[in-house]
């Protein structure tokens, strides 16, 4: 209620070696020659996403540096997995064999912020963390991680760390690539990681409430190729009793854009047993259709899109707006009536 103090919320999405380690050049290029366990460690820490509280003063933001709200989120902060996937067979660890624990999140792009005010990380490009590409492609679950571009090999943390080398542990990547709630009112709160949201590679979560009270999310999978996305709720936004919206995210139906030719647009649902979706496609619960996101989505038939960065909705005028970053890839064979440019480098 004070114009003057404000909880400010960032994303630290990746590090750069090169910038950061005097001396140590681009790792990944090289096979990580010079990263060691000490070096990685900074990286972890650095990665995830900062609670700061700031105040105006002389028409000029400052940070207040001893406030109780200040926090570090890093890539070891203890987190929750909550709705249907939690629990599940394919999200459990040696380290967590009840699948509801994970630490940390990595590579978190864009986000948003709910009307209830919490903070809204999205993990991007998590794929990029893991190591082992040798077992990856022997995997019986080759193509699942392949989907994802499991794993990128771009940090050393799987010679370090057994969790991120996909030999070592096969399902610790199938806890990143998820929404992550955060309350920045509560610094001693878990993070939760909300998989009702689906599971790929998160780019903004834009919340309207509906007229009907239920929350939206609009989501986009930030790959070319990729899909746009909307979260429905089940329950319906309080604004009155914050603590009642808190697990508004666990439960609702996940939706796919199918773009018509018409101009209108077919919000395909993700959900067991619809479109496909069924054991016969390696679907055998809603687990499984939101841990692999994307390939539920390629069956469904959803429109490929130039990479998906941005989808923001006007609760004014309801108009959804979507951002499409670019797509190098597309072939003419490839254009349709939404895509509609060849080679699309600008977006």
Known sequence: SNPDRALLCVNHEYTSEEVMFPGIGRQDR???PNMTQALVDIEMAAHGGSVVEIEKSGGKWSVIPNSQF?????????????GPAAGDSRMKTNADPSGTRVSGTINNCAGGVSPWGTYLMAEENFNGYFWNKEAAAASADAAKFKRYGIPGQWYAWGQYYDRFDVAKEPNESNRFGWIVEVDPLDPNATPKKRTALGRFKHEGCETIVNKDGRIVVYMGDDQRFDYVYKFVSHGRFDPNDRAANMDLLDSGPLFVAKYEEAGTVCWLPVVIGTGGLTPENGFNSQADVLIDTRQAADILGATPMDRPEDVEANPVTNMVYVMLTNNSKRKADQVDFINQRESNIWG
């Open 70 to 82: 200040n926090r570090r989120i890093t890539a070891n902060t203890p987190m929750e997995l909550t």
């Open 30 to 32: 090289s096979d990580f």
